[in-house]
T-cell receptor
Framework: ETGVTQTPRHLVMGMTNKKSLKCEQH?????MYWYKQSAKKPLELMFV???????ENNSVPSRFSPECPNSSHLFLHLHTLQPEDSALYLC?????????????FGPGTRLTVT | LAKTTQPISMDSYEGQEVNITCSHN???????ITWYQQFPSQGPRFIIQ???TKVTNEVASLFIPADRKSSTLSLPRVSLSDTAVYYC??????????FGSGTKLNVKP
């Protein structure tokens, strides 16, 4: 499989549940990202990992916990979410964190918090 | 953080050339200008990137004036499948990219 894959594609969870989103890139890239896209809102950058180290955390609530065990995998652990966290969560990767290297996005996970 | 201003929406017809202009008055010396395309419920897809003057690839052209305070994405002979949201981004590092609301292009038959 090529490109950036995300699982699951759809997820419904209650506010007390714990779940994880998975992202995998098969491009040999060194940087990976989590974005959140809510209805009628701009795409928001949540976390950036470069060479498996977190380099950016844009004031994201602690109920979102990222994990990057290696350069090919990125997880977003979710716990005690709120209904307003319902959104499309997108993973992306790039050769480096520099804008001269294009970002490749996965198809996203559509999350619904009930 | 160089923010951008784009029209919220544009309409066009199949076969026409579409030009979407983006303003980025506080662009920094090291910043690149990048355009992405996004279809509903999908991740954005890279279209084109430039630093100055003109860049052309198989899907689009990017025009950047000398002062770099704006840029124009040109899509030649659009089709219905070009209906999407187009984002203009300015930056040097991805952790400083700001996607904004983008321009929703609606191509009509």
């Amino acid at each position: 499989e090529t490109g950036v894959t995300q699982t699951p594609r759809h997820l419904v969870m209650g506010m007390t549940n714990k779940k994880s989103l998975k992202c995998e890139q098969h491009l040999g890239h060194n940087a990976m990202y989590w974005y959140k896209q809510s209805a009628k809102k701009p795409l928001e950058l949540m976390f950036v990992y470069s060479l498996e180290e977190r380099v950016e955390n844009n004031s994201v609530p602690s109920r979102f916990s990222p994990e990057c065990p290696n350069s090919s995998h990125l997880f977003l652990h979710l716990h005690t979410l709120q209904p307003e966290d319902s959104a499309l969560y997108l993973c992306a990767s790039s050769q480096s964190g520099l804008a001269t290297h294009e970002q490749y996005f996965g198809p996203g996970t559509r999350l619904t918090v009930t | 953080l160089a923010k951008t201003t784009q029209p919220i929406s544009m309409d066009s017809y199949e076969g026409q050339e579409v030009n979407i202009t983006c303003s980025h008055n506080n662009i920094a010396t090291n910043d690149y200008i990048t355009w992405y395309q996004q279809f509903p419920s999908q991740g954005p897809r890279f279209i084109i990137q430039g630093y100055k003057t003109k860049v052309t690839n198989e899907v689009a052209s990017l025009f950047i004036p000398a002062d770099r305070k704006s840029s124009t994405l040109s899509l030649p002979r659009v089709s219905l499948s070009d209906t999407a949201v187009y984002y203009c981004l300015v930056g040097y590092n991805f952790n400083k990219f700001y996607f904004g609301s983008g321009t929703k292009l609606n191509v009509k038959p």
